[in-house]
Nanobody, 128 residues
């Protein structure tokens, strides 16, 4: 069983930066592909970014490419989402999700939703 706990959300102004963290329990963190999703009020949950277990592969939604950066520290069992140049449309609850993969280089496609574990989410609000 893996527990995911997100942190780092908050209220910021447009143009500001934030770094979200997702801390995972367990001893095989490097075998999990990790993904950040977000859900704005009245909208479906959407893919933001994903990273392979080895951290060698990443993939981003077009809406956040060049502004957000996903990274991980397997020694700390933590995945991060660095967010720069935040916009009001980035306002959402941000969730991290974990999927165990057979290869640490596996990168999951944005449409993949069958994750093994989900966090409880952290709120990010960007004011204009």
């Amino acid at each position: 069983q893996v527990q995911l706990v997100e942190s780092g959300g908050g209220l910021v102004q447009a143009g500001d930066s934030l770094r979200l963290s997702c801390a995972a329990s367990g001893r095989t963190f490097s075998m999990y592909s990790m993904t950040w999703f977000r859900q704005a009020p009245g909208k479906e949950r959407e893919f933001v970014a994903t990273i392979s277990g080895s951290a060698g592969n990443t993939l981003y939604a077009d809406s956040v490419k060049d502004r957000f950066a996903i990274s991980r520290d397997n020694a700390k069992n933590t995945v991060y989402l660095g967010m720069n140049s935040l916009k009001p449309e980035d306002t959402a609850v941000y969730y991290c999700a974990a999927k165990r993969t057979s290869k640490s280089v596996t990168i999951l496609p944005p449409e993949f939703k069958a994750y093994d574990y989900w966090g409880q989410g952290t709120q990010v609000t960007v004011s204009s």
